[in-house]
């Protein structure tokens, strides 16, 4: 059959999945088999996080991240990063979040800044083309910036601004990205009007961020769901976004399927269905040009163990294109046909 790369390729476009350095996924060589046979880009699930790379201060552990990016590099796959800081106060590192940073906070905190950019950009150089910069900065429940330790010191508007300059400096080559959830087919309007007002205000300061990465974790997540009725509402997210001069790209593509039947027909069927109406609405808009999901097989994707929204009926989920034997599902054939048709 036709692969997700290809069918992307004759597009001008890319295709990707997140990808860990576990024994499941890139310890797996049938796994890893799938990825080199359908995507021409990847993303590390979570090894480039800043808490991954540096558990303790000044002891950078870049080894599984180097190990995929040297297979990747072999095999022509792009790589991207993901990510510089994540704003989410229990993803900031503990030992970050601990820190008394002395009688000149601001000042610490750029100079931690600084090193952590320099020291992972410096690292990883031109083998990362795309980076995201800042990750999550929303509440979702409000719209406003979260505050974090890094936030309280400079100001959020302020970290995050300093946060893609300094990431302008040291990866010149890259795209910046500004990476969110902002759920296509629900989520909260606050989020959006959130991130619009955050993307506005990077372009008043002119702050260089390149992209916006729509996460899109799409699907059901609660019981307010109402589904393929707010793409209105997304469309007008969309528009608004490309008519400030920001490029897009779909960095987290997976779908809950908590909601859908037992029915594993019925199921996958719902599930490409969801995908085919996310994609027909996104892909519209000739700024973005990369689409990755968020693993490319049900057994290795994160939703497996997040017990925050598990289905009722405890099966496992089916939020990927391929499925735990590594076989193609309808949501493959629904990623093709929305390329092709966009
Ligand atoms: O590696 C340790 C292991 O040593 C330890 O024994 C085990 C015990 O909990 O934890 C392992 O780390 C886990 C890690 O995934 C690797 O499996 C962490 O607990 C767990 O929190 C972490 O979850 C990741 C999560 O981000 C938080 O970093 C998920 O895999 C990852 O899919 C998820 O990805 C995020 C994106 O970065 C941002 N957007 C949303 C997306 C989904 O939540």
């Given at each position: 059959?036709?692969?997700?790369?290809?069918?992307?390729?004759?597009?001008?476009?890319?295709?990707?999945?997140?990808?860990?350095?576990?024994?499941?996924?890139?310890?797996?060589?049938?796994?890893?088999?799938?990825?080199?046979?359908?995507?021409?880009?990847?993303?590390?699930?979570?090894?480039?996080?800043?808490?991954?790379?540096?558990p303790?201060?000044g002891?950078?552990?870049?080894?599984?991240?180097?190990?995929v990016?040297?297979?990747?590099?072999?095999?022509?796959?792009?790589?991207?990063g993901?990510?510089?800081?994540?704003?989410?106060?229990k993803?900031?590192?503990?030992?970050?979040?601990?820190?008394?940073?002395?009688?000149?906070?601001?000042?610490?905190?750029?100079?931690?800044?600084?090193?952590?950019?320099?020291?992972?950009?410096?690292?990883?150089?031109?083998?990362?083309?795309?980076?995201?910069?800042?990750?999550?900065?929303?509440?979702?429940?409000?719209?406003?910036?979260?505050?974090?330790?890094?936030?309280?010191?400079?100001?959020?508007?302020?970290?995050?601004?300093?946060?893609?300059?300094?990431?302008?400096?040291?990866?010149p080559?890259?795209?910046?990205?500004?990476?969110?959830?902002?759920?296509?087919?629900?989520?909260?309007?606050k989020?959006?009007?959130?991130?619009?007002?955050?993307?506005?205000?990077?372009?008043?300061?002119?702050?260089?961020v390149?992209?916006?990465?729509?996460?899109s974790?799409?699907?059901?997540?609660?019981?307010?769901?109402?589904?393929?009725?707010?793409?209105?509402?997304?469309?007008?997210?969309?528009?608004?976004v490309?008519?400030?001069?920001?490029d897009?790209?779909?960095?987290?593509?997976?779908?809950?399927?908590?909601?859908?039947?037992?029915?594993?027909?019925?199921?996958?069927?719902?599930?490409?269905?969801?995908?085919?109406?996310?994609?027909?609405?996104?892909?519209?808009?000739p700024?973005?040009?990369?689409?990755?999901?968020?693993?490319?097989?049900?057994?290795?994707?994160?939703?497996?163990?997040?017990?925050?929204?598990?289905?009722?009926?405890?099966?496992?989920?089916?939020?990927?294109?391929?499925?735990?034997?590594?076989k193609?599902?309808?949501?493959?054939?629904?990623?093709?046909?929305?390329?092709?048709?966009?």
């Amino acid at each position: 059959g036709e692969t997700l790369k290809d069918v992307a390729a004759r597009k001008g476009m890319r295709f990707g999945t997140a990808i860990s350095a576990g024994r499941n996924q890139f310890g797996d060589a049938a796994y890893r088999a799938l990825v080199e046979r359908e995507c021409n880009l990847i993303v590390l699930e979570n090894e480039m996080k800043w808490q991954a790379l540096e558990p303790a201060p000044g002891r950078p552990n870049f080894g599984p991240a180097d190990d995929v990016i040297a297979w990747a590099k072999d095999k022509g796959i792009a790589v991207r990063g993901h990510n510089l800081f994540w704003q989410t106060e229990k993803w900031v590192p503990a030992w970050v979040a601990k820190q008394n940073f002395g009688p000149q906070p601001a000042k610490a905190v750029e100079q931690l800044m600084r090193t952590h950019v320099s020291t992972v950009c410096g690292h990883f150089g031109n083998s990362i083309r795309s980076w995201d910069v800042v990750n999550e900065a929303v509440d979702p429940a409000d719209g406003k910036l979260r505050q974090n330790a890094l936030t309280r010191p400079l100001g959020a508007a302020e970290q995050i601004d300093l946060a893609f300059r300094l990431a302008k400096e040291y990866a010149p080559q890259a795209q910046l990205v500004y990476n969110d959830y902002m759920r296509g087919d629900a989520g909260s309007a606050k989020h959006r009007a959130g991130v619009l007002a955050l993307l506005a205000d990077l372009k008043k300061r002119g702050t260089p961020v390149n992209a916006l990465g729509l996460q899109s974790h799409i699907g059901s997540w609660d019981e307010t769901d109402k589904g393929r009725s707010d793409l209105v509402e997304w469309r007008k997210f969309l528009d608004e976004v490309s008519g400030m001069g920001y490029d897009l790209l779909i960095t987290e593509l997976d779908v809950n399927d908590r909601r859908l039947p037992a029915d594993i027909a019925k199921r996958d069927a719902g599930v490409a269905a969801a995908t085919r109406d996310y994609l027909d609405v996104t892909l519209a808009y000739p700024r973005l040009r990369d689409i990755l999901v968020w693993g490319l097989a049900d057994n290795v994707s994160w939703l497996q163990t997040w017990d925050e929204a598990p289905r009722k009926d405890k099966l496992p989920m089916r939020p990927t294109p391929f499925d735990a034997q590594l076989k193609a599902k309808p949501m493959k054939q629904a990623i093709i046909d929305a390329i092709k048709a966009a």
